[in-house]
């Protein structure tokens, strides 16, 4: 979506950007209820459905959270992140 906005150029297929980044060893982690209802339940968060279920994805499974989202990075929670802007 934000390449179609124009705020950010893939060079490629998000297909193939999404191969990519498989083959070079990213995890996926599938969302379920449980994540949902932990999504529902994270104090403190904004109100972006999408931001709070990646947040609870993330605490699920522990992984560390990439992101370029300053309403993520500022969160105040117990949450490993990682500065994508850097």
Same mark, same amino acid.
């Given at each position: *979506?934000?390449? !179609?906005?124009?705020?950010?150029? &893939?060079? &490629? ?5 999404? /191969? ?24 403190? &968060? ?6 709070? &279920? ?5 605490? !699920?499974?522990?992984?560390?959270? *990439? ?14 992140? /990682?500065?994508?802007?850097?």
């Amino acid at each position: *979506m934000l390449e !179609q906005k124009k705020r950010i150029r &893939m060079g &490629m297929d998000l297909p193939t950007w999404r /191969q990519e980044l498989l083959n070079s060893g990213l995890n996926e982690h599938p969302l379920d209820g449980a994540t949902g209802i932990l999504a529902t339940q994270l104090s403190g &968060m904004n109100n972006d459905p999408a931001d709070r &279920m990646i947040a609870a994805a993330a605490l !699920q499974t522990g992984a560390t959270l *990439m992101t370029a989202d300053a309403d993520l990075l500022n969160w105040k929670a117990s949450l490993t992140r /990682q500065d994508a802007r850097i």
